[in-house]
């Protein structure tokens, strides 16, 4: 595989906002959860801050490339790193980060498959810094899928790689990783059936949300037809409902 440079993997995008104004109120409806408070505006000025400070790397890195400047290329080249290694949470679910389950998978987009097949590429591969900087990569491209073609027919396999990829040791954001294992199987019915088992057990181990986690036990056993998998959740509602006492 052909190693491909952070300045060539991921172009710059135009900022979010412009640079010195704060971000517009979101819609009615389409504002964070009441658990996240009113972050909402906060989070977009952050995402925008974060995405700025990108680019502006980026343009650094252009500008020494062509000058010719050896040092201050390596430089840029190692802020831009660093950049991309640096852990990078999810402030606010809602705000620019996992789209609604209403996403229809209709149409099958020649450009989306073959950005699926590069991030599979990257996923996974390496150890220490490198392994954490391809899961960056093929995020970025997954990420990249469900921007440019929402509507695709690898939008529930790009949900389930990203929930194994949010999950990783390279991010460890697990309500982050339980929500897109969800949106999976709500963009494709039937794929990756055990999609709702692990958003079922990040939701019971790591975010201590019992109740969604019995609803979604429950929807293995309906749904799911691995029988080690309806055995383990049936257990595991037991457990949780006290009906093994």
Known sequence: MAAVGWAAADQPSKPLTEPGKASAPLPPGDGPSAAAGSDAQLVERHISARKEYENSLKALHEHYTKVGDKQR??????????????????????????????????????????????????????????????????????????????????????????????????????????????????????????????????????????????DLYRAVVEHDTNPDHIKQAEKRIGELTGRNK
Request: glycine share 4%; charged share 35%; no cysteine.
């Open 73 to 214: 290329l390596m430089w840029a080249e190692r802020e831009l790193m660093s950049y991309h290694l640096m852990w990078k949470p999810s402030y606010n679910l809602e705000v620019k980060d996992v789209p609604p389950a209403t996403l229809e998978a209709r149409v099958n987009v020649r450009e989306a498959n073959e950005l699926y097949k590069t991030a599979m590429e990257y996923k996974g591969r390496g150890i220490g810094d490198e392994y954490v900087l391809n899961m960056r990569r093929a995020e970025l491209l997954l990420r990249e899928v469900l921007d440019k073609y929402p509507n695709s027919d690898k939008i529930g396999d790009v949900a389930y790689q990203l929930g194994d990829i949010y999950e990783s040791r390279a991010y460890k954001q697990y309500d982050r990783s339980a929500k897109y294992f969800e949106r999976s199987f709500q963009w494709v019915r039937g794929s990756r059936t055990d999609a709702r088992l692990r958003a079922a057990l990040l939701y019971d181990r790591q975010l201590n949300e019992r109740t969604k986690a019995v």
